[in-house]
Every structure is written in structure tokens, then in C-alpha cells.
């Protein structure tokens, strides 16, 4: 059975930091993209990051680039999100995903394999 676990969110000041990890188990996990998304209240779900089988290469999306920071722990099955200089607007349910494969890369959320259950990013003024 394949499960993705997201863990490490909470709520945080605005320029304050959070670390996201996802432990995944029931997969072979460097056989897929991986990748964070995030649905903000009142938006759809949008593509944060992703990252390649062997992590070597990442995309990170225009609004947080430069703030965040997408890697992979393949030994550990484990897939982490790094945010920095949180905003308000960042503010989102964070969701874990797994792809064998992407004709963009990363992928779209009906092209997504596997998902996990989200964690919940709270930033405040």
C-alpha cells in the first residue's frame, strides 16, 4: 500500500521559516517526481515545486522562488520543502505528490500519482 506523509507544518510569523517533510513508504521512491503543491483558501490547487528522480533538477514556481527550497532525501524515501521569508499569502494546505513521469517536468494535478493527505501552513501578520 502507498502512503505519503507531510509533516512540519503550523502556524509562523510572516518572514519566519517552516521545514515540510514527506515520508513515503509502499513505493520505490527514486522511480518518481516528486513534487509540493499547495491550495491557498479560495483558490485552486497550483503547482509549488518539483523535483527529478535523482535530484539533480528542480522547478521552483515564479511566486516563491528564490524563497523556496525543494530536495530529496532518496536513501530516506523522504521529500522536504524548505520556506523561508513565509508571507501571508503563502497560507495554504500543502500537499505531497508522486509522478512516474511528466511531459513538462512537473506535473499537473490530473497527471498525479499518488498524493498525500496535506499539511496545514498558516502564516500570520
Same mark, same amino acid.
Request: some cysteine.
Given at each position: 500500500?502507498?502512503?505519503?506523509?507531510?509533516? *512540519? *507544518?503550523?502556524?509562523?510569523?510572516?518572514g519566519g521559516s517552516l521545514r515540510l517533510s514527506c515520508i513515503?513508504?509502499?513505493?520505490?521512491f527514486d522511480d518518481y517526481i516528486m513534487g509540493w503543491f499547495r491550495r491557498a483558501p479560495g483558490k485552486e490547487?497550483? *503547482?509549488?515545486?518539483?523535483?527529478?528522480?535523482?535530484?539533480?533538477?528542480?522547478?521552483?514556481?515564479?511566486?516563491?522562488?528564490?524563497? =523556496?527550497?525543494?530536495?530529496?532525501?532518496?536513501?530516506?524515501?523522504?521529500?522536504?520543502?524548505?520556506?523561508?521569508?513565509?508571507?501571508?499569502?503563502?497560507?495554504?494546505?500543502?500537499?505531497?505528490?508522486?509522478?512516474?513521469?511528466?511531459?513538462? =517536468?512537473?506535473?499537473?494535478?490530473?497527471?498525479?500519482?499518488?498524493?498525500?493527505?496535506?499539511?496545514?501552513?498558516?502564516?500570520?501578520?
Amino acid at each position: 500500500q502507498v502512503q505519503l506523509a507531510e509533516s *512540519g *507544518g503550523g502556524l509562523v510569523q510572516a518572514g519566519g521559516s517552516l521545514r515540510l517533510s514527506c515520508i513515503t513508504s509502499g513505493m520505490t521512491f527514486d522511480d518518481y517526481i516528486m513534487g509540493w503543491f499547495r491550495r491557498a483558501p479560495g483558490k485552486e490547487r497550483a *503547482g509549488v515545486s518539483c523535483i527529478s528522480w535523482s535530484g539533480k533538477t528542480t522547478k521552483t514556481a515564479d511566486s516563491v522562488k528564490g524563497r =523556496f527550497t525543494i530536495s530529496r532525501a532518496n536513501a530516506k524515501n523522504t521529500l522536504y520543502l524548505q520556506m523561508d521569508s513565509l508571507e501571508p499569502d503563502d497560507t495554504a494546505m500543502y500537499y505531497c505528490a508522486a509522478v512516474r513521469s511528466s511531459p513538462n =517536468f512537473c506535473p499537473a494535478s490530473r497527471d498525479v500519482r499518488y498524493w498525500g493527505q496535506g499539511t496545514q501552513v498558516t502564516v500570520s501578520l
